[in-house]
């Protein structure tokens, strides 16, 4: 089918259906609904390059992996960039993947604007004091930042979920079943995820006259082996941990594999939650014991984080998008009372 069939089909001019397709302001929003289900009723494809040729834009999306802060392209990057590609695929938008050294992230900015390779940017790994949102404000290039900044004042977009309130529900509930000695795995320390993690772990502590012991806090990437030196370390220590907190589900093999080693059974002599990101690939349900978590998919933020490009490139303002998600705690068989 081709633009003027569908113009036709809806008794539209082919300038309405397309700038309504193309999501020009001056079109009503109940214009733009007919025109876009009637596209889909009727199998219609916009061609690409007319369309692209006809908003300015180059019709992808940059996708930022700063390599000396980012997890590199382990399962969580393939599982964000799932959710993304997804979303946009169903607008023929596509995205380019740009890995960066740290050194390297505002030279690179600058060659993506010159280029106009990408209409927008989604930046990962956030720390405090970012300073690629005020680069990439003077350079006059929309995005939006996949966590937070906590002490940028520059009004940007950002999808964050709770981290901190997630690791203080966690670590309450270990302080319920009577655990006082809780090691955490954490990720990379610069990093703001990992900082509100390491907040709601001592806020929780701190909240029963606890004070969280410094030798059995650890971090790092998130990786079987980093769990599993981690751990490894933290059962040598006398006393020893009788639950642990772990950063990712890649993280918690590595934990289990050190508590096995070491002749414990998880769920009776050693605790464990640790954080789901929902790997298709890796289920808490299945996993003997099943493992207790804290889940939020990190597809599902991916697709959502899609969408909020597409609203920023339709006007909404970069400014009043701000999205920060609940964590579920989800309790299964690898938690339970402390050891007598």
Do not use: C
């Not at 590199?72 to 964000?80: K, S, V």
């Not at 004091?129 to 966590?147: K, Q, S, V, W």
């Not at 079943?177 to 795995?185: E, V, Y």
């Not at 907040?199 to 059995?216: I, K």
């Amino acid at each position: 089918m081709k633009l003027k069939d569908l113009a036709a089909e809806l008794g539209l001019s082919q300038t309405t259906v397309s700038r309504a397709l193309n999501g020009f302001p001056e079109v009503n929003e109940a214009t733009r609904q007919r025109v876009s289900e009637a596209a889909r009723r009727l199998g219609y494809r916009a061609n690409v390059s007319a369309r692209r040729l006809a908003t300015g834009r180059s019709g992808a999306i940059g996708v930022t992996l700063p390599l000396q802060r980012s997890l590199h392209f382990g399962p969580h990057t393939a599982e964000f960039l799932s959710g993304i590609s997804e979303r946009l695929a169903q607008h023929d938008i596509d995205i380019v993947v740009t890995p960066i050294d740290a050194d390297d992230e505002v030279p690179v900015f600058r060659r993506l604007v010159a280029s106009k390779r990408v209409d927008a940017l989604v930046l990962s790994a956030p720390t405090p004091n970012d300073e690629r949102i005020a680069a990439l404000t003077e350079l006059g290039m929309p995005f939006l930042m996949h966590g937070r900044a906590d002490n940028v004042k520059i009004p940007h977009a950002w999808l964050d979920i709770d981290n901190e309130g997630a690791f203080r529900r966690a670590t309450s509930h270990l302080l319920d079943l009577g655990h006082t000695r809780i090691a955490m795995i954490n990720g990379p320390e610069d990093q703001t995820f990992a900082i509100h993690r390491l907040r709601g772990f001592r806020s929780a502590m701190e909240a029963r006259g606890l004070t969280p012991d410094p030798q059995l806090i650890g971090g790092g990437r998130f990786t079987d082996e980093n769990g599993f030196r981690l751990a490894q370390a933290f059962l040598e220590r006398r006393p020893r941990p009788t639950a642990f907190l772990a950063g990712s589900m890649m993280t918690a093999l590595g934990v289990f594999r050190a508590i096995r080693l070491a002749g414990l059974e998880l769920g009776k002599d050693v605790s464990m939650i640790a954080h789901d990101d929902v790997f298709p690939y890796l289920n808490a349900d299945n996993m003997v014991p099943s493992m207790s978590t804290t889940r939020s998919s990190i597809r599902a933020a991916g697709a959502r984080i899609a969408e909020l490009l597409l609203q920023m490139q339709d006007g909404k303002p970069p400014g009043s998008i701000h999205e920060l998600w609940p964590v579920e705690l989800v309790l299964r068989e690898s938690t339970g009372p402390a050891p007598k």
